[in-house]
């Protein structure tokens, strides 16, 4: 497991700044999803929706080292990748709530946010089904020589599919500037991991030729480092990498998973949120090193707070798409 | 229906009622799929299985969908009557390869000599607001493939009956079930009963017009026809039960009395299931016919996530009402 | 087609030419396949491709058919205007996720906001001695989802214009090649020019009986129109050339004239092509139909190997004309 | 790479009759396929055929390693496994001619052979098609309890297939008896392995719980030797193996590819033909430890010839199936 090095004595004002900005983006992702949850609960939210609440640091990590035209793809799992890429809350809730003024007009709803404004090409709830278009992604990036690169999120149960190992391969021998980022949280759906995938994970993508790395997801410094050394060789030309982030997701596989302990113990989730929560370990480490004070990140939470409340109204407020929108957008 | 089904059950419990008698009776009989066993599926249509018969035989799987139906396929070959547990049935696009170049082929191109008794069971159906990745009725494409078997019940009776037939049969058998239909209650008996394929199923008798209708559209209809009832208008509900084997008598005869028709189906109306029923009909009552043959499926569009567009991509008990008054000359 | 067009190309020139051209025109075009570039293809369709335009751009790829569609789609959204040869239309069924729940859908899902302006290039047809896993023709399952267009030539001079106005187009389209017309020989403008979607053609008029016929099927429709005007019958053979769009108003007009029809496709006949396209005819001239649409697909069999057999499976200038015969009531 | 373990000194009467039987099989194939060549060229044969010549020794040093109720799954380049596995080569003739009394009654031929009565579940035309096949074939084997293992051959050009990765993982998760078995003959068609598979090939089971290794595809005796091996450990319920098998096919990917010039070279072909052919190096080895002359091979391989005359002749005068035979089979 690869840790970050500490940073410490050559901290600059300009590194607090950037771990701070990683904090006030995690938090986003926290009270985004919190506010979700809260949406379901009240019977706002049509259909369903998966929380990426405890693996923040992963998408905020690795985020935080991307250009703003370096493109991402995502998952069921989504709105944390895309709030990490720089969506707006607002237009995020209002597409949960198939709103016009959604970032798909209300077409794609949780499953399927997506914004060239940021790169991101859309979230996926085909499980794997991102890898293709990631991986072509970084097939055009190569082609048009601006140093673009492509991540492409997915959860370990990813690994079961095929196509994952197809366009790995394919990025290996063609030297793509993608990395493929596995957010192992230990299950898919109601199943632990281990039942359902050989061997050593880690290995599944060096035996395609990809350079691979596993990083605990949690801290997301460590995830920060990591992903710039990738995505540095990734831009040089070097090819793509694979990284095995190792996370946990707080709450049910969707908003309904409720009762969870026929698969997993109460305890086992107190464990994660107690010791392992990445913003504490963040604000941990800033308090350590004295980078920030619980008031500085205090006062990113409230803030982030205000900005969720007005988000979700905003959401809330907004019309649905005209019944006579249905048959627009089907060819371009 | 005999007439001792007092018992109703869940259309879900049909289901798993049927698994449950054929596992006792055929140790052969397997599930394979994704969160099957302690999680009993998602929509828990399997709760309980793994209980009863242990997890070699109601297995967990990766999230493979061409890995696990191939075993599938191979097991079958070998001796197992695998059924495999295709959780949405837009991942079918995964299991093509199996189930059209294998599964369908094997028995044919060995000249008769392998066969590949398996099930794939697999849920259908929009509305749900799970937008356009959750929401696909593919039956088509399995329609128009010689080698398999292709079954949609409408009712909890026939989810029992045609799935116990589909798990006895020797031959390939891809089963729909609407995701919408798991809650829906209906008389079903507690002994031992199969549906034989290629029978359609009169679900409502009427002589103005026949709707020819599938799956959850059963209901539809059947809705619609309550409608026209009260406007005067006789409807006949057929479900043909199986789109492979296709009853097309008992199609073609109850227009030849009703003279006008509506097929009605949840996929794509586009080159679907409507287009082959339709032409069936057209041609096999094309002199009592006093009205072109019409087809309701879903909109030529992905299925939207927004719940007020979604609603308006499949056919409804009110706008099948409203064409079949149309087609019988009531505007 | 222009009156200058003197120049005869084979098809597979035809859609050689069309590449060249298209990649000539606009960098952003590439080729993606298994041995498309040194080799040019088993058909030998691309020969030539990679010598002018190098191996970055005519890309030799594993045997991972999803893999590199998917790869297809995301250069697609992002910049590229790629074209994915898939070598036999049979393995399409290892491109369905790709095609169906990615490449169809992104652009709606996304609200319009992403494009994927992408093209399957794929062989269809059978009679090549090549067994049930290598002579399907799968283009049914394509034109049943929405997003997607289905594109079906049937001579050398539509085969250019067709696929250029695919690479132009801004959404994936499917292309299906006739592996037996490659060697067919027809007049080819060496000037640019398009041919649009959804536009039949009248390849031959008539007033008796309509042939609406696909891809290869066209030429066998041409065959037997030549032996009905031996005995006095006068066949329109039209061919729909893009499945989606559909030119339903052509057909339809044709039929209303002749008041019979065929359709005739080299796909199993069982929920295929022909479904809809006599649906759609049987709708629209339902008031001037003398007898009922008749349907002519592949037998609802696998491809057998056996020559005898194979031959008897697809439909033949013979059996058609037999079929028209029958049809217009000369028996 | 294994190397067989000499074994000379306890050489018994049983284990030469065993390698003279491998050199029989090996020698059937060779005379088989050149029979299918003479038939195409002699315009006799429908279609095309895709020969085993120059790979015998993988085949064959496996298959002898199996019971008959063991079941195997092949290839487009298939008619060396159902020979290896036991079929007879005037029904196989007679399938490649599209006649009745063929293996498949004619509806499958050369890509489609497949033959209850040896175990052999089919020959494939799909790349790496029968992959869920053959670990289907392994999971009823374990569930049947009788100790069958099922073998899966495929050249590497499947290793593009995602699939073949899903069935490993399942494979190595249920403990499966089924050996994958990759002929690496170097090209897949017209093109060069390493230009389509990056990495290391062996690492590709390992990656996914399975054990691995390569072999000398030439060299019968040391596919024979790895073979019982990792059947044993598959008979045991030690679950899967991956073998590489390296070798090299002498003709064109088809009958029809006749000039290879511009994906490989003569010298290429002549240097395998030459120093790495599969009888020769049996028969060296049966030599230099005096465990059978010339004359016994010339006896065996005239023997051999004369069946396969007798057996093509037969096909050759088999009538075809009836056309009305056409619809029968589609369904049990
Ligand atoms: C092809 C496919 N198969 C199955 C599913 C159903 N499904 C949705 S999420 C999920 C589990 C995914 O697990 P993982 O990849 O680990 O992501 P996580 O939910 O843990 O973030 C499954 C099986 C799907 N969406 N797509
Ligand atoms: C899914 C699929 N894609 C492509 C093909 C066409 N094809 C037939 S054989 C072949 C090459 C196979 O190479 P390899 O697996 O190395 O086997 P070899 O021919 O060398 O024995 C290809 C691409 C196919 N039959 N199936
Ligand atoms: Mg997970
Ligand atoms: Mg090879």
């Not at chain 1, 998966?50 to 709105?79: F, K, P």
């Not at chain 1, 499953?111 to 709830?125: K, R, S, V």
Request: glycine share 8%; aromatic share 8%.
């Amino acid at each position: 497991m690869t840790t970050a090095t500490d940073q410490t004595k050559s901290t600059s004002v300009l590194a607090t700044e950037k771990y701070l900005g990683m904090y006030r983006r995690m938090t986003m992702i926290r009270f985004f999803e919190e506010q979700v949850n809260e949406l379901y609960t009240r019977a706002l939210m049509p259909g369903l929706a998966h929380l990426y609440i405890g693996e923040e640091a992963v998408a905020v990590g690795i985020c935080e080292a991307l250009r703003n035209d370096d493109y991402i793809t995502s998952t069921h799992r989504g709105h944390g990748h895309c709030l990490a890429k720089g969506a707006s809350p607002d237009r995020m809730f209002a597409e949960l709530l198939g709103k016009e003024a959604g970032y798909c007009k209300g077409k794609g709803g949780s499953m399927h946010i997506a914004d060239p404004d940021t790169g991101n090409l859309g979230a996926n709830a085909i499980v794997a089904g991102s890898a293709g278009i990631a991986t072509g992604a970084a097939f055009s990036a190569k082609h048009a020589g601006k140093g673009q690169v492509a991540v492409c999120f997915f959860g370990e149960g990813a690994l079961g599919q095929g196509v994952v190992y197809e366009v790995m391969n394919l990025a290996a021998l063609w030297k793509l500037p993608v990395i493929y980022v596995c957010e192992n949280n230990l299950y898919t759906e109601y199943t632990h991991f281990s039942e359902t995938l050989a061997g050593d994970l880690l290995t599944r993508g060096a035996a395609f030729g990809v350079p691979s790395e596993s990083v605990d997801g949690q801290d997301v410094r460590a995830v920060h480092t990591v992903a710039t050394k990738m995505i540095a060789r990734a831009r040089a030309g070097q090819g793509p990498s694979f990284l095995v982030c190792n996370t946990y997701r707080y709450t049910g596989h969707h908003v309904g998973d409720i009762n969870r302990e026929y698969y997993r113990s109460k305890q086992e989730e107190q464990q994660w949120k107690t010791d392992r929560d990445p913003l504490k370990i963040l604000a941990d480490w800033l308090f350590s090193y004295g980078l920030a004070d619980a008031q500085a990140l205090d006062a990113i939470r409230k803030e982030v707070g205000e900005q969720m409340a007005t988000a979700v109204n905003f959401a809330i407020a907004a019309p649905y798409p005209a019944v006579d929108k249905v048959a627009q957008d089907v060819y371009a | 229906m005999p007439e001792t089904a007092q018992r109703e059950l869940t259309f879900a419990q049909a289901v798993n009622e049927a698994l449950a008698e054929e596992m006792r009776r055929d140790a052969r009989v397997c599930i394979l799929g994704e969160d099957v066993a302690e999680a009993g599926t998602p929509f828990k249509v399997l709760s309980g299985l793994v209980q009863e018969f242990g997890v070699s035989r109601v297995i967990d799987t990766p999230i493979s969908e061409a890995g696990f139906t191939g075993v599938g396929v191979g097991a079958a070959m070998t001796g197992m009557r695998p059924v495999i547990d295709i959780m949405f049935g837009d991942f079918l696009t995964l299991t093509m390869d199996q189930m059209v170049n294998q599964a369908a082929k094997v028995h044919y191109m060995s000249g008769g000599k392998w066969k590949v008794p398996m099930v794939l069971r697999t849920t259908l159906g929009a509305s749900r607001r799970s937008a356009a990745q959750h929401s696909q009725s593919l039956h088509a494409w399995f329609s128009h493939v010689p080698g398999l078997k292709v079954v949609m019940p409408s009712t909890p009776y026939d989810a029992k009956g045609l799935l116990k037939s589909a798990i006895r049969d020797e031959n390939p058998v891809v089963f729909f079930e609407d995701k919408m239909m798991y809650k829906l209650k209906g008389p079903v008996p507690a002994e031992d009963y199969t549906i034989p394929f290629g029978v359609a199923d009169i679900k409502r008798e009427g002589d103005d017009i026949t709707l020819v209708a599938t799956s959850s559209m059963v209901q539809v209809a059947l809705e619609a026809a309550v409608l026209l009832e009260s406007i005067g208008i006789s409807a006949e509900v057929i479900d043909p039960r199986t789109m492979w084997p296709l009853d097309e008598k008992t199609l073609i005869a109850s227009v030849q009395k009703t003279s006008r028709a509506i097929v009605i189906d949840e996929g794509y109306e586009r080159y679907g299931i409507t287009a082959e029923i339709s032409s069936v009909i057209a041609e096999g009552a094309f002199f009592d016919l006093e009205a072109p043959v019409k087809r309701m499926g879903a909109m030529h569009v992905p299925i939207p996530f927004s719940p007020p567009l979604e609603d308006a991509t499949v056919p409804t008990g009110q706008t099948l009402f409203a064409a079949a008054k149309k087609l019988c000359g009531k505007n």
